[in-house]
């Protein structure tokens, strides 16, 4: 479970690892004294506790731009004030700690934190039985039916994966970052570049069509992911 800690206070920065680390010692747990080390970090987390009032960027705008890069963190906000409590659940916050800190409070958060991390984990993967392959879904480029066969285009090392297999099927399994854009494609809405009426571009130039009959619907959709926190990751 990788966790950080953020905090310009080093005392309750040092005091929050360490009620975690007693709790949860083989967690991969890294600390930073503003938002803006959080986010140049490169670091990908599933859970972040932060404070609000910070030098710098302030923990709800942090927060802001960790949804824009990572749509499932788990985020807990540990602050001083009440005053940001409603920004902090426009954020899909998990839990609004209040300091002093209670470490009772803190442990009981930090264990149904990593049980949401671990759902969010098991929603994101897409278990292949007839290859023995789990797929992160957010590998996953776009998906295009050949017949009887399925090939899933992935980012990355840009490689597919060929299956056999339905659209229907495999859509079941996808979470609510896929569109079904045309009887022959589903695609992952976090890589579009561009759109229009008949066709949808994503990163490295891979082109799409799209159903003249679904795009009114695709754009709400579209906008609907955007709104939520999605971003394109161009």
Not at 19 to 28: G, R, S
Not at 160 to 188: A, D, M, W
């Amino acid at each position: 479970m990788n966790i950080a800690v953020a905090d310009d206070d080093k005392s309750i920065r040092e005091h929050i690892c360490e009620l975690i680390k007693k709790h949860d010692p083989k967690c991969n747990l890294n600390s930073f004294a503003t938002g803006k080390e959080l986010l140049t970090s490169g670091n990908k987390f599933d859970i972040v506790f932060l404070d609000i009032k910070m030098n710098g960027i302030n923990g709800i705008n942090t927060a802001k731009l960790l949804r824009e890069r990572q749509e499932d963190v788990v985020l807990v906000f540990v602050t001083g004030i009440k005053e940001y409590v409603f920004e902090a659940l426009e954020l899909y916050a998990f839990q609004y700690l209040l300091k002093p800190i209670d470490e009772k409070k803190l442990i009981e958060v930090l264990y149904r934190a990593e049980r949401e991390a671990d759902k969010n984990k098991e929603r994101c993967r897409l278990f292949i039985k007839t290859k023995n392959i789990t797929l992160d879904q957010s590998d996953i480029l776009y998906i295009e039916s050949r017949g009887k066969k399925l090939e899933i285009h992935t980012v990355g090392l840009r490689k597919s994966i060929e299956i056999y297999g339905t659209l229907e099927n495999i859509q079941g399994k996808l979470g609510e970052n896929f569109y079904r854009c045309h009887r022959s494609y589903i695609v992952n809405m976090m890589y579009i570049e561009e759109y229009d009426n008949e066709s949808i571009t994503l990163i490295y130039g891979d082109k799409v069509y799209l159903t003249k009959k679904k795009y009114g619907e695709f754009v709400k959709a579209y906008m609907w992911y955007l709104q939520k926190g999605g971003v394109p990751d161009v």
